[in-house]
């Protein structure tokens, strides 16, 4: 019995330790291993998935404690990330973990980075970094085979940003960099540490500073402004949840003021995998995935921290501006007096005939040539719907007698509608505005280097300087006024008749082009150009449309026809931008040219003209009738400026189609202000032609206003940003100031606009003043 027992206890220890050894079998022993090391050497260790390091540092000093520790890894093997290493770095309040290879995959294929570099936050344990325990680094894998690393911990000595020093680095995706600019006086918040080895702050620190940043290649990288807290978003896909980031290639900038950031702020140098978002391509090209291959995608950087604006410096920028504007505002009333002198010493000749005046005048020259029905004080235009005879035959010379039979108040009311409708189109496009504010720096398309914020203003400058278009505008139209007042004196059969309805248009106009400027560059976009240009098109328009008026009073364009144009002209505009190709260029030169044609036909026939099925048939007649004689105008001055009109629009189809840029908003913005400004010129010619006297005021508004129009062209030419192109190629185009610190040369551009359209304004205003008071309707003649 007692060896049967003996037996059974044998037999159930034997199983018992059975179970435990196969227990033991399915756990992994892993091998801890500890030890310390010194900054600034490299350390090799090696890991497995069983051998597990952790590595502890120490230093001789703590001299260099007031600065952060920067991790250096590198693999020995290549691994092809199946089994990556994890590094992990604890410190006091924070743990980060970084993992080898870091793999990139492009479109053309996957690159792979066996080394990284980061720098660990200095405020983990609060505001005074000198507190800061050193870290400790865990190194494990998953590999069952054995993974040789390199470790290397050391300071960052050049972490703390002077003002007005340049710093160079070089970023890899793998291994990105920050810095550190301090508002503060005492950026360690610490007195006790050897301040003998720390950079010499030069405190008078401003309140505002720009950071300025240039790259001598054209790797896409992110650049992070965040505040000093931990942690730090060194990698492209979290810093976008703190700060302000933006793209860049080869240059790039922001102002930082103080009550951003009241303390200090990081500056995180991050290279995107990739060049996608900087270029606007999809796909990386051969070429460059060539280059990443030689260089590692390496992006060399420098950069520095600049005192941004005085708050003397923006007083004496924005005065200076206003007195620039005042004295152009001053300029023309003065010019004003000496019209007013004028005026005095020609209405004693008022029976004696003008300058304009013909011999030759018949009276069958004073027909008109629309009905016109007493019992009505509008233009009878169903004349015009009558058919037309097989050819247009005008009795030459034709004058403004035969085109003014409408009443002085019939004239009035539709020129004051012009008034009303630019009235209301200003308060719609004013009521659709909005501004959104986020951390992106690619929503808006300043010029960084050159964008001082002031309140709630980030681009204070850019929206200052259109103050100039604001106050010519309520000057112009002080003057128009002014103007009204006086021509109830003046004899209502002799002259130009006045109508002040277009010239208020002109005024609040100009005045609108400031205001809706202001709007756009509160965060210049694609999405929003076209508040910046709509009223730069209505004011060509109605300066073409004035021009016609003054010898066409009552064939001319109406109010509600002319400003239905304009938005046609903004839907086409807004399209173009929108979805620029090749066939929307094509569709919209082909209509360029046919409105040529047709405004070219009723200008020379004096809006007899229309475009009719048997136009073809019609000229057919007359070549047959006539032979060559067919080709030679009847109105050769005429003839001769319209076909320089139409050479000028030829060639701006001819580039639109050649460059077919993004930019199509500039280029019907070049089509409407060219053919403003030609007719301009054209109406000052055949003024010439026809002897007509032009004042020497007149000619010095028309010199100050070409020349201004000559400096604007060059300053708007040179621009600083292009929407047309990704926010990182805009930023290329970025420059500092050129003018009291405070203007770029799209703010002297804003300035010398607005001037020179003031001195046209103001020129197309007194041109006709010699005919005011001494020269019968019948005796002026119409071109």
Not at 95 to 115: G, I, K, M, R
Not at 251 to 262: L, R, V, W
Not at 441 to 464: E, M, R
Not at 633 to 661: D, E, F, I, K, Q
């Amino acid at each position: 019995m007692f060896l049967f027992i003996l037996s059974f206890l044998l037999a159930f220890r034997y199983n018992c330790e059975a179970q435990n050894n196969a227990g033991l079998d399915n756990v992994t022993h892993r091998n801890f291993i500890y030890n310390t090391y010194e900054y600034d050497k490299i350390i090799s260790v090696t890991v497995n998935e069983t051998t597990i390091q952790t590595l502890d540092f120490t230093e001789e000093s703590n001299k260099w404690r007031g600065y952060p520790s920067r991790v250096h890894a590198a693999l020995n093997d290549t691994l092809d990330g199946e089994y990556p290493v994890f590094i992990t770095a604890t410190q006091q309040k924070g743990v980060s973990s970084w993992e080898l290879p870091l793999v990139v995959a492009t479109s053309n294929a996957v690159l792979q980075f066996d080394d990284m570099a980061r720098t660990l936050c200095p405020h983990d344990a609060g505001s005074n970094i000198t507190s800061e325990n050193r870290p400790m680094i865990q190194i494990t894998t998953a590999n069952p085979h054995n993974t040789s690393v390199n470790i290397k911990l050391r300071r960052v000595t050049d972490f703390y940003v002077e003002l007005d020093k340049e710093v160079p680095l070089n970023v890899t995706p793998s291994t990105p960099k920050y810095y550190y600019f301090s508002f503060d006086k005492d950026p360690l918040n610490t007195s006790h540490i050897d301040k003998s080895i720390l950079p010499r702050f030069n405190y008078t620190i401003p309140k505002s500073v720009m950071l300025m940043i240039e790259s001598d290649d054209t790797v896409c990288a992110v650049v992070s402004i965040q505040n000093n807290s931990c942690p730090v978003f060194d990698n492209e896909k979290d810093m976008l949840y703190q700060g302000y980031h933006l793209t860049m290639m080869t240059k790039g900038g922001i102002i930082i003021t103080q009550s951003m950031f009241p303390v200090g702020f990081y500056i995180v140098f991050i290279v995107k995998e990739n060049n996608a978002e900087c270029t606007g391509v999809g796909t990386d090209t051969v070429s460059s995935f060539q280059d990443w291959i030689v260089d590692g995608r390496v992006k060399n950087f420098r950069f520095r921290v600049v005192p941004a604006l005085t708050y003397t410096e923006y007083i004496s920028g924005v005065l200076a501006a206003f007195a620039l504007v005042l004295i152009v505002a001053i300029f023309a009333p003065l010019l004003t007096l000496l019209r007013c002198n004028f005026t005095e010493e020609i209405t004693v000749i008022e029976d004696e005939p003008g300058p304009s005046s013909s011999v030759n005048a018949a009276s069958s020259e004073t027909q008109p040539i629309a009905h016109i029905d007493d019992s009505d004080s509008e233009v009878d235009l169903e004349a015009e719907k009558e058919p037309m005879p097989q050819e247009i035959v005008l009795s030459p010379p034709l004058t403004l007698a035969g085109l003014s039979r409408a009443k002085p108040g019939a004239h009035s009311r539709r020129s004051d509608r012009y008034h009303h409708y630019n009235t209301q189109f200003s308060s719609h496009l004013l009521l659709n505005r909005m501004v959104f504010q986020t951390g992106n720096q690619d929503l808006c398309y300043y010029n960084f280097l050159c964008a001082h914020p002031l309140g709630f203003l980030s681009d204070f400058n850019h929206v200052y300087s259109n103050v100039g278009y604001v106050l010519l505008g309520l000057v112009f139209m002080a003057q128009t006024w002014w103007r009204q007042i006086r021509a109830a004196n003046h004899p209502k059969n002799l002259g130009i008749p006045q109508h002040h309805g277009l010239f208020y248009s002109m005024g609040l106009a100009l005045t609108m082009e400031g205001l809706l400027s202001a709007c756009y560059h509160l965060c210049p976009n694609k999405m929003n150009f076209q508040f910046d240009s709509s009223f730069m098109y209505v004011i060509a328009v109605l300066v073409m449309v004035k021009l016609y008026q003054n010898r066409h009073p009552d064939v001319n364009a109406s109010a509600h026809s002319t400003f239905m144009l304009i938005a046609v002209a903004m839907f086409i505009g807004y399209f173009g931008i929108t979805y620029p190709s090749v066939a929307f260029w094509i569709v919209f030169t082909i209509l360029h040219l046919y409105v040529c044609f047709v405004l070219t036909m009723k200008i020379y026939y004096v809006g007899r003209f229309r475009m009719e099925c048997l136009i073809l048939k019609r000229a057919w007649v007359s070549l047959r009738t006539h032979g060559r004689r067919t080709f030679l105008p009847s109105y050769t001055a005429r003839a001769l400026l319209l076909a320089v009109a139409n050479v000028a629009n030829w060639a701006l189809a001819a580039y639109g189609m050649y460059s077919h840029n993004k930019d199509f908003a500039r280029h019907l913005l070049a089509i409407l202000m060219g053919n403003a400004i030609l007719y301009m010129l054209s109406y000052v010619l055949m003024k010439l032609v026809h002897r007509e006297l032009i004042p020497a005021y007149v000619w010095v508004q028309l010199a100050l206003a070409h020349a201004a129009w000559v400096l604007a062209l060059l300053l708007f030419l040179d621009s600083r940003t292009k929407w047309s192109e990704t926010p990182a190629q805009s930023r290329q185009h970025n420059a500092a100031c050129t003018a009291l610190r405070l203007l770029d040369t799209h703010d002297l551009w804003h300035l010398a606009s607005a001037a020179a359209m003031f001195l046209s304004f103001n020129a197309l205003l007194a041109i006709d003043d010699p005919l005011v008071n001494t020269t019968p309707r019948h005796l002026i003649p119409v071109f």
